[in-house]
């Protein structure tokens, strides 16, 4: 069985811009996605933002 290839993403805060989660992204097959936005917790804001995929 093959793995699906995957990358190493940075999630960053939308509100103070502070990179503090990092997460896996599919790079083939049909779910793929362009850019990941989650709700994670930030702790320099200390509360649940929503955080976008970085370069």
Same mark, same amino acid.
């Given at each position: 069985? +093959? #793995?699906? +290839? &995957?990358?190493?993403?940075? @999630? /960053?805060?939308?509100?103070? *811009? /502070? &990179?503090?989660?990092?997460? /896996?992204? &599919?790079?083939?097959? $049909?779910?793929?996605?362009? &850019?990941? /936005?989650? *709700? *994670?917790?930030?702790?320099?804001?200390? #509360? $649940?933002? @929503?955080?976008?995929?970085?370069?």
């Amino acid at each position: 069985m +093959a #793995k699906d +290839a &995957r990358e190493i993403v940075t @999630l /960053e805060c939308s509100v103070c *811009k /502070e &990179r503090n989660h990092h997460t /896996e992204k &599919r790079l083939k097959g $049909q779910d793929v996605i362009k &850019r990941i /936005e989650l *709700k *994670k917790y930030c702790p320099k804001c200390n #509360k $649940q933002t @929503l955080h976008k995929e970085t370069k």
